[in-house]
């Protein structure tokens, strides 16, 4: 099974700020990398499909880059609502796997 | 609206048995796969099992092969998960999702249903 693991695990940062969150995979998957943020007491929502493809409704201060193994979820100005948990997630032959997630804590 | 809504979470004792069901809105179901995600508690997600849009490719994940089955009825917008051999770890906030169109990822999330195995 493809391993996926985010850094940091933790991030603390303050409203305005740009904040980068690492996903690497045990594999290559090509651009095959989706990322959700997640509010507590909610389902996550998809945010990015094809490691940089904007999902509809989402603001573009979201971006992500990368291919292969190596990947990164990049929020330009950070805003009150992003403060929560984003979670990487990777598909590869019918099998899905999410990274460990990473929390955006307020500094 | 594209809507996706759980039911049939409970507590269950270990070894028991559920079905989870997932109602499906506002897009033309019998065009997607279906997924179910489970989230045990303070974890991250965990990809559970995977129907195609016509019910003729089932996968699942290693840790729940054999015990969980999928399912899905397309004439009434709704897919199935019979859970059998229930075990503590499968204890979690299980979601249901539309998967995206050739994506590899999960478009809609319903709110989930939690499942407790306890004794």
């Known amino acids: 099974d493809i391993q996926m693991t985010q850094s940091p695990s933790t991030l603390s940062a303050s409203v305005g700020d740009r904040v980068t969150i690492t996903c690497r995979a045990s594999?290559?998957?090509?651009?095959?990398l989706a990322w959700y943020q997640q509010r507590p007491g909610n389902a996550p929502k998809l945010l990015i499909y094809w490691a940089s493809t904007l999902q509809s409704g989402v603001p573009s201060r979201f971006s992500g880059s990368g291919s292969g193994t190596e990947f990164t979820l990049t929020i330009s100005s950070l805003q009150p609502d992003d403060f929560a948990t984003y979670y990487c997630q990777q598909y590869n032959a019918y099998s899905w796997t999410f990274g460990q997630g990473t929390k955006v804590e307020m500094k | 609206q594209v809507q996706l809504v759980e039911s049939g979470g409970g507590v269950v004792q270990p070894g028991g048995s559920l079905r989870l069901s997932c109602a499906a809105s506002?897009?033309?179901?019998?065009?997607?796969?279906m997924q179910w995600v489970r989230q045990p508690p303070g974890k991250g997600p965990e990809w559970v099992a995977f129907?195609?849009?016509?019910?003729?490719?089932?996968y699942y994940a290693d840790s729940v092969k054999g015990r969980f089955t999928i399912s899905r009825d397309n004439s009434k917008n709704t897919v199935h998960l019979e859970m059998n051999s229930l075990r503590a770890e499968d204890t979690a906030v299980f979601y249901c999702?539309?998967?995206?169109?050739?994506?590899?990822?999960?478009?809609?999330w319903g709110q989930g249903t939690m499942v407790t195995v306890s004794s």
């Open positions: 129907i195609e849009y016509d019910g003729s490719k089932k």
């Open positions: 999702a539309k998967g995206g169109l050739s994506t590899g990822s999960f478009e809609i």
């Open positions: 506002g897009f033309i179901f019998s065009d997607r796969g």
């Open positions: 594999q290559s998957i090509g651009v095959w």
